[in-house]
């Protein structure tokens, strides 16, 4: 898949964090892990795995802080 097209994948995926069910949450966060893993960007993927935990335990705000976070690091990818 291209850059930009992962890119475009990598946000959609984030924006769609909002609604749904913990575990399907948590596994949008592990699609874009693993994709992050693919483009070898190593250190945003660790930060997806932490919102994932985060999400997991129930910390909300560090949640929030981390997709936030990716959001706008993944944009620059661009």
């Known amino acids: 898949m291209p850059t930009l097209a992962r890119v475009d994948f990598l946000l959609s995926t984030l924006n769609a ?3 749904g ?6 596994e949008k966060l592990g ?3 693993e ?3 693919a483009m070898e960007q190593a250190e945003l ?6 919102a ?5 335990r129930g910390d909300l705000p560090e949640f929030k802080r981390a997709r ?10 661009r």
């Not at 069910?21 to 948590?26: F, P, V």
């Not at 993927?45 to 932490?50: K, L």
């Open 21 to 26: 069910t913990l575990e399907s949450i948590a």
């Open 52 to 56: 994932r935990q985060a999400l997991m």
């Open 17 to 19: 964090t909002d609604i």
């Open 45 to 50: 993927a660790t930060r997806a795995a932490e």
């Open 35 to 37: 994709e992050l893993r």
């Open 68 to 77: 936030a976070y990716l959001q706008s690091k993944i944009g620059h990818l």
């Open 31 to 33: 699609q874009v892990e």
